[in-house]
């Protein structure tokens, strides 16, 4: 991509970028100062599907959460998710709005190069015909893709943002109900030691459960659009892993977080990037053996 591309690419979707960046500064925000009842529409869903699933009862509480007093379990503001959400809606928005036109204009598999064009074609000029009739003027084509091109944008912005609510809330229950079950198979075993400590092992669940989910989400967007056969592996890891981890341990260490608690902030961001790779590590080794068997499999 030369300069005069560049150029053209950030003038069409500037506009798309600023504001998916306004909106996760805004949850940000929102997030920072949020106590149990701004965070409701959140923690409400989470621990209504965590007990339905899981049998557990939980008693509401206004300043505290959602609590089950006899497992001394409590989902509050900092169980809620939002910064998952954060993470998914950063990574829908600005990996995938400037693809979003040829999500909502593919034409179908069945149709011909030549009866696409042809569709295409007549569709262009009834639409035209028809509003030069309205206005009495000719429509300026150049205008008429920019408002299309921005409306499919700001659709998949709205869309992400739904979409990662709901990811989000699917993706906390499967982690909160893990933690749940999960330390009581440790305990049995003795596992716990000076290193895996009840709270380092809710850090390491939450953090497999997200980071996994983030890359499944990811590559199934990708599908959505057809990027795949089209992006290297390296390239299909980044965007998850930049994200995750900008939101995660960077902006806290921006606000300078290490300050407050220098070593608590240091075990935690070891955990992270450990837990992050060893995660990796399995996805790119996956990745790897499933393109050799297909490779070996075509050569056949």
């Known amino acids: ?19 998916g960046f306004l909106l996760i500064f805004c ?49 509050a503001p900092s169980c809620s998710g939002m910064q998952f959400m954060m993470v998914t809606a950063a990574m829908l928005i600005f990996s995938f709005v400037h693809l ?25 000029r ?12 000719a429509p300026s084509p150049g205008q008429d893709s ?21 990811f989000t809330v699917f993706v906390n229950v499967l982690r909160i109900i893990t933690a749940v079950y999960l330390p009581s198979f440790f305990e049995g075993w ?16 939450g953090t497999v459960i997200y980071f996994t989910a983030l890359l499944t989400l990811y590559r199934l967007a990708g599908h959505l659009f057809r990027r795949e056969a089209q992006v290297s592996l390296l390239r299909r890891c980044l965007p998850p892993v930049f994200w995750y981890f900008f939101i ?18 240091m075990a935690f961001a070891v955990l992270v990037t450990a837990c992050c790779g060893g995660i990796l590590v399995l996805y790119c080794a996956g990745a790897l053996l499933r393109k050799r068997h297909g490779s070996h499999r075509n050569a056949s």
């Open 1 to 19: 991509m030369n300069f005069k591309e560049k150029s053209n690419f950030l003038r069409h979707n500037s506009i798309f970028y600023v504001t």
């Open 27 to 75: 949850m940000k925000y929102y997030y920072s100062r949020a106590g149990v009842p701004e965070l409701q529409w959140l923690l409400a869903p989470t621990a209504g599907w965590v007990s339905l699933l899981s049998g557990i009862p939980f008693e509401y509480i206004r300043e505290v959460g959602y609590i089950n007093h006899d497992l001394k379990m409590i989902i």
């Open 100 to 124: 979003s036109g040829s999500l909502f204009t593919r034409q179908s598999a069945a149709t011909t190069p030549q009866e696409a064009e042809h569709q295409s074609c007549s569709t262009e």
């Open 126 to 137: 009834k639409r035209r015909s028809l509003k030069c009739s309205r206005t009495g003027t």
């Open 146 to 166: 920019v408002l299309s091109a921005s409306l499919k944008g700001f659709a998949w912005i709205g869309s992400s943002l739904v979409l990662s609510f709901l």
């Open 190 to 205: 003795q596992l716990y030691g000076s290193f895996l400590t009840p709270d380092s092992l809710h850090t390491a669940i």
């Open 248 to 265: 995660v341990l960077g902006i806290p260490f921006l606000n300078r977080a290490y300050r407050h608690g220098g070593e608590q902030f």
